[in-house]
C-alpha cells in the first residue's frame, strides 16, 4: 500500500507532544510492514534540522491556489530517521512557518488551512497518488474536505482519508474567509450543520468537524477515549457529530516505538538495562541524580514529564510534588508550560525550593533529558484532567517506572492498579490508579506506591518487572490501521 502521512508534527523533527511521536512510530511501523510510507510536514524554521538527513529541495514551482491568487512554494526532501519527508516552505510576505514556533499564533487557522491545501497541491502536481492519506488533528482536518470537494475532480478520485484526532480540545475555528482562501466557493454549502458549521457557534466554521465528516475513516488514540467522546463530555462539542458517523469511528490505542524508547538500547542513557538486569537502572538513578544535583540518598524518585497545561492536571501534579517530599521521596519535574501563568507558578515553585536537595524542576522542553529521567526514576506520575492516550505512561512501564495515573482516556486502557484492578489478575498489573480530582485521590495511590517502595522492595522491583513486560509497540496499532485503510480502499 502506499500511504502519505499529513501531519503538523514528526519526531524527533517538530516534536510539541505525543503527536511527534505518533506519526513517526506508525511510520516505521508501517514501512517495517513493508508499505511505503511518505509524510507532508510544514517546514518551521525553527524545526530541529540536524535530525534531518540529505535535505535537498525536491520541486521547487510549486503554486499553491490562495485568495484569487496563489503563492509560490518550495517542497523539500529528506529523511528523519529513515523516514521519507516533504517539508513544504511558502514564499509568502504571511511568513507562514518562519515563526519561531510550531503553533500559538493569532493566524493558526490560516497557517494549517494553507499547509492542508499546499500539501494536497503538491501531491496532485507531483503525481503522487496514494492508496490512503492518513492526516492528524484539526491542522489537517481541512484536507479531506479539499480532497472530496476539489482535488477528486481534478485527478485524484482514487484516494481514502484516514483522519485521526489526538486532542478534542483543539479543533480549529475559522470564518468565511477560510473558504475564499482555500477556494471551497459555495459558503452556504459548508456553513451548513451537516458539514463544516460549528455545532454551537452558527458563524464557525470548525476543522476538526470537517475532518470528521469528510474522511473515510475516523479514529481518536484509544478505545477508552473512544468511549468517552462518544458518551461523555470529552470530544469538546462534537459528541453529536460523532454519533452521526459512529459506524466509521474507532479508538486505537497509540504505540510507542521500541527503537527510541527501550532501556535496552537507549543511547542516552549511561547504563542500559531489561527485566532480567533490572538492577542496572540503579545507575540510571545515580546519574539523573548527579546530573540534577539531588542528594544521593535512599530514597525513591518520582517524576513528571510532560506539558504544563490544563488538560495534565496541573494542580495535582503540583500537589504531588509536595506529597513526595512529605513523604520522604524525591522529586523531578521536567516540563514546559503551555500558558504563562501556569509557567509563572511553576517558575516560582522552582525558585521557592530551589535550596531543596530532593527536588529539581526543569521547565522547557529537553528529549535527551527525558530518556535520563524515565530510567532513573522509580515512579512516574500521570494525574491528567483527561488523557486521549498518553505516551509517558508508556514509555514509563517500559523503563520499569511505576506509573500512578488517574484512571482516564487512554491510562485505563494501559494501566492497571496493582491492589484493586478488577480486570487483570495480580501478576498483570503495572502501577497504581485513582480517580477523583482531589489531592486526596493523588495521595491514596501516590501514597500506597511510595510505601511499596520502602516496605517490600521486592513486590515494588515485581511490579516493574510487570510493566516491563506489557507490550506497547507499534506491533498491535500498526495492525489495526492496516485493516482500517484495507476497509476504506474497498468501501
Ligand atoms: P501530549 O498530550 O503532550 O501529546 P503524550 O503523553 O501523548 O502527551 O506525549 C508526550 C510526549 O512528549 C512524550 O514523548 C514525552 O516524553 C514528551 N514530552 C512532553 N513534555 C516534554 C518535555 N518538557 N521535554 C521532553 N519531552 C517531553
Request: proline residues 4%; negative net charge.
Amino acid at each position: 500500500m502506499y500511504i502519505v502521512q499529513i501531519a503538523s508534527e514528526c519526531a524527533p523533527v517538530i516534536k510539541a507532544g505525543g503527536l511527534g511521536d505518533v506519526v513517526y512510530g506508525l511510520s516505521r511501523e508501517l514501512e517495517g510492514r513493508g508499505h511505503c510510507v511518505e509524510l507532508i510536514l510544514p517546514k518551521y524554521d525553527n524545526m530541529r534540522y540536524d535530525q534531518i538527513w540529505g535535505l535537498h529541495d525536491a520541486y521547487r514551482e510549486l503554486w499553491v491556489p490562495w485568495y484569487g491568487g496563489a503563492i509560490h512554494c518550495s517542497v523539500y526532501c529528506g529523511w528523519v530517521h529513515g523516514r521519507l519527508c516533504f517539508f513544504i516552505e511558502p514564499h509568502s510576505g504571511d511568513n507562514f512557518f518562519n515563526r519561531g514556533c510550531y503553533y500559538g499564533c493569532h493566524d493558526d487557522n490560516m497557517r494549517f488551512a494553507f499547509f492542508s491545501k499546499a500539501a494536497l497541491e503538491f501531491l496532485l502536481r507531483s503525481n503522487k497518488r496514494p492508496d490512503v492519506i492518513h492526516c492528524h488533528d484539526w491542522q489537517t482536518g481541512l484536507v479531506p474536505v479539499l480532497l472530496f470537494e476539489i482535488y477528486k475532480y481534478n485527478g485524484m478520485w482514487n484516494q481514502r482519508v484516514c483522519y485521526t484526532i489526538h486532542n478534542f480540545k483543539h479543533q480549529g475555528f475559522g470564518g468565511p474567509e477560510i473558504l475564499w482562501a482555500t477556494g471551497l466557493n459555495r459558503e452556504s454549502y459548508y456553513f451548513h450543520y451537516d458539514r463544516l458549521r460549528d455545532n454551537f457557534n452558527p458563524f464557525a466554521l470548525n476543522f476538526m468537524k470537517g475532518g470528521i465528516v469528510f474522511s473515510n475513516f475516523v479514529t481518536t488514540v484509544s478505545p477508552n477515549h473512544a468511549l468517552e467522546v462518544r458518551f461523555g463530555d470529552y470530544s469538546y462539542g462534537l459528541g453529536h457529530t460523532l454519533f452521526l458517523h459512529q459506524n466509521k469511528f474507532r479508538g486505537v490505542l497509540n504505540g510507542i516505538d521500541y527503537d527510541i524508547w527501550n532501556p535496552e538500547i537507549d543511547r542516552f542513557i549511561p547504563a542500559t538495562y531489561t527485566a532480567k538486569t533490572l538492577a542496572n537502572k540503579a545507575k540510571n538513578k545515580k546519574a539523573l541524580r548527579d546530573r540534577l544535583l539531588l542528594q544521593d540518598v535512599n530514597k525513591p524518585i518520582v517524576a513528571y514529564i510532560g506539558r504544563l497545561d490544563e488538560q495534565k492536571g496541573v494542580h495535582l501534579v503540583h500537589h504531588a510534588i509536595y506529597r513526595a517530599l512529605f513523604k520522604n521521596a524525591q522529586f523531578v519535574l521536567l516540563g514546559a508550560a503551555t500558558e504563562r501563568a501556569i509557567g509563572a507558578w511553576f517558575a516560582h515553585e522552582k525558585r521557592h525550593l530551589n535550596d531543596n536537595p530532593d527536588i529539581h524542576i526543569e521547565l522547557g522542553f529537553n528529549e535527551e533529558l527525558s530518556h535520563l529521567i524515565y530510567a532513573g526514576a522509580d515512579l512516574i506520575v500521570v494525574p491528567s484532567h483527561y488523557e486521549p492516550c498518553g505516551l509517558t505512561q508508556m514509555i514509563g512501564l517500559k523503563y520499569g517506572t511505576v506509573p500512578v495515573v488517574r484512571g482516564v482516556g487512554g491510562l485505563v486502557d494501559t494501566v492497571f492498579d496493582r491492589d484493586y484492578d478488577t480486570q487483570k489478575l495480580p501478576e498483570q498489573r503495572n502501577g497504581y490508579v485513582f480517580y477523583q480530582t482531589d489531592p486526596a485521590a493523588i495521595e491514596s495511590a501516590l501514597d500506597r506506591a511510595i510505601d511499596l517502595w520502602y516496605e517490600s522492595p521486592t513486590q515494588f522491583q515485581q511490579l516493574q518487572i510487570q510493566g516491563m513486560n506489557y507490550d506497547y509497540s507499534w506491533n498491535y496499532p500498526g495492525k489495526e490501521y492496516l485493516e482500517i485503510y484495507d476497509l476504506i480502499r474497498h468501501r
